[in-house]
C-alpha cells in the first residue's frame, strides 16, 4: 500500500533545496493531505507544467534530484513520473532524460488522429482551412466548453485530406477569452498542427479528450465540403479537448467519410 504524505512534511521537505530546485514546484494544495504520496508528487510535477514553470520541451530535473527536492524515494518519484509517461503529458529520451511533452505531428498522429486507410496506413493529413470566422456559441458547444449560449468564439472550418482525398470535414468553436489575438492568418500560416499553435502561441495544452461517435448519413455542408451526395452513410465524431485539470478548451464536430478509411483507436488496460 502506498504511503500517505503529510502536506507540512512535503512542503517543508521541498522548502529545504536549492532555490533553482524549490523555485521549481508549485505548492501542494491543503487538500493534498492524506493522498498516496507518489500522487502529490505528480500533482506538484502537473502544477509546475502547467504553470510554466516546466515549459513544453524542458528537461524535467532526474529522478534522484526530484526524490531528494520532494524527500522521498525514487521509486515514488518515479510511479508519478510513470504516469505521466501514461498520459503523454511527458516523454522519456532513452539516453537523454524525461521532457515535457510538445504538440509536435508524431504526438498528433499517435494520440489525437486516428483516421488511418484500411490496408493500415496512417500519415498526416493536409489540412485546407474553409473559414475563419467570430461567432456567438450555441448551445451545444456551450455546453461542451462550459460557456453561457451566446459567448464570444472562433468557429473554424477545415477539410482534411488524406492521399490527396477529402476525408474529414471539422467545425470547430475555440472561447475567444482563452484565444485572444487568434486571426485567420495566424490559424492559415502555423506551422505545425492546431494543437502545436495552442500550445506555443497561446500556453494551452491538450492532454486529452473525450469523445463521442455515432453513424449518420452527410448533412448538406459536409456532403458539399467531402464530395459527397447528401445522406451518404458517415461517421460523426464530437470531441472536446481538454487541458490540465481537464478544463475544455475545444469543441469539434468531425464528419469522417469512412468508405476506404478506417477510425482507429489503440486501447490499453490501466496499470
Same mark, same amino acid.
Given at each position: 500500500?502506498?504511503?500517505?504524505?503529510?502536506?507540512?512534511?512535503?512542503?517543508?521537505?521541498?522548502?529545504?533545496?536549492?532555490?533553482?530546485?524549490?523555485?521549481?514546484?508549485?505548492?501542494?494544495?491543503?487538500?493534498?493531505?492524506?493522498?498516496?504520496?507518489?500522487?502529490?508528487?505528480?500533482?506538484?510535477?502537473?502544477?509546475?507544467?502547467?504553470?510554466?514553470?516546466?515549459?513544453?520541451?524542458?528537461?524535467?530535473?532526474?529522478?534522484?534530484?526530484?526524490?531528494?527536492?520532494?524527500?522521498?524515494?525514487?521509486?515514488?518519484?518515479?510511479?508519478?513520473?510513470?504516469?505521466?509517461?501514461?498520459?503523454?503529458?511527458?516523454?522519456?529520451?532513452?539516453?537523454? %532524460? $524525461?521532457? &515535457?511533452?510538445?504538440?509536435?505531428?508524431?504526438?498528433?498522429? #499517435?494520440?489525437?488522429?486516428? !483516421? *488511418?486507410?484500411?490496408?493500415?496506413?496512417?500519415?498526416?493529413?493536409?489540412?485546407?482551412?474553409?473559414?475563419?470566422?467570430?461567432?456567438?456559441?450555441?448551445?451545444?458547444?456551450?455546453?461542451?466548453?462550459?460557456?453561457?449560449?451566446?459567448?464570444?468564439?472562433?468557429?473554424?472550418?477545415?477539410?482534411?485530406?488524406?492521399?490527396?482525398?477529402?476525408?474529414?470535414?471539422?467545425?470547430?468553436?475555440?472561447?475567444?477569452?482563452?484565444?485572444?489575438?487568434?486571426?485567420?492568418?495566424?490559424?492559415?500560416?502555423?506551422?505545425?498542427?492546431?494543437?502545436?499553435?495552442?500550445?506555443?502561441?497561446?500556453?494551452?495544452?491538450?492532454?486529452?479528450?473525450?469523445?463521442?461517435?455515432?453513424?449518420?448519413?452527410?448533412?448538406?455542408?459536409?456532403?458539399?465540403?467531402?464530395?459527397?451526395?447528401? %445522406? $451518404?452513410? &458517415?461517421?460523426?465524431?464530437?470531441?472536446?479537448?481538454?487541458? #490540465?485539470?481537464?478544463?475544455? !478548451? *475545444?469543441?469539434?464536430?468531425?464528419?469522417?467519410?469512412?468508405?476506404?478509411?478506417?477510425?482507429?483507436?489503440?486501447?490499453?488496460?490501466?496499470?
Amino acid at each position: 500500500m502506498d504511503d500517505l504524505v503529510d502536506l507540512g512534511t512535503l512542503v517543508e521537505n521541498a522548502a529545504m533545496h536549492s532555490s533553482s530546485q524549490s523555485g521549481l514546484f508549485a505548492a501542494i494544495a491543503p487538500e493534498a493531505a492524506g493522498m498516496p504520496l507518489y500522487r502529490a508528487v505528480k500533482r506538484a510535477l502537473l502544477g509546475a507544467i502547467e504553470g510554466g514553470r516546466l515549459p513544453p520541451g524542458q528537461a524535467l530535473p532526474n529522478e534522484t534530484a526530484l526524490a531528494t527536492a520532494f524527500g522521498v524515494s525514487v521509486g515514488t518519484v518515479r510511479r508519478a513520473v510513470d504516469e505521466l509517461v501514461a498520459e503523454h503529458i511527458v516523454v522519456r529520451r532513452q539516453g537523454r %532524460g $524525461t521532457f &515535457v511533452a510538445t504538440h509536435g505531428e508524431d504526438r498528433f498522429l #499517435f494520440q489525437f488522429f486516428h !483516421v *488511418e486507410r484500411a490496408d493500415g496506413l496512417r500519415e498526416a493529413p493536409v489540412v485546407e482551412l474553409l473559414s475563419f470566422e467570430r461567432v456567438r456559441t450555441d448551445d451545444e458547444a456551450s455546453a461542451a466548453l462550459g460557456l453561457r449560449s451566446g459567448d464570444a468564439a472562433f468557429q473554424v472550418e477545415n477539410r482534411l485530406l488524406l492521399q490527396g482525398r477529402p476525408v474529414v470535414h471539422d467545425v470547430l468553436v475555440l472561447p475567444a477569452l482563452l484565444f485572444k489575438g487568434l486571426n485567420e492568418r495566424r490559424m492559415r500560416e502555423r506551422p505545425g498542427t492546431i494543437y502545436q499553435l495552442y500550445q506555443s502561441e497561446f500556453a494551452i495544452t491538450v492532454v486529452r479528450a473525450l469523445e463521442r461517435a455515432r453513424a449518420v448519413g452527410a448533412d448538406r455542408a459536409a456532403a458539399r465540403v467531402l464530395g459527397l451526395t447528401p %445522406g $451518404t452513410p &458517415v461517421m460523426r465524431l464530437r470531441r472536446t479537448a481538454l487541458t #490540465f485539470g481537464d478544463k475544455p !478548451v *475545444e469543441y469539434r464536430v468531425s464528419t469522417i467519410h469512412t468508405a476506404q478509411h478506417d477510425y482507429v483507436q489503440m486501447l490499453s488496460r490501466p496499470t
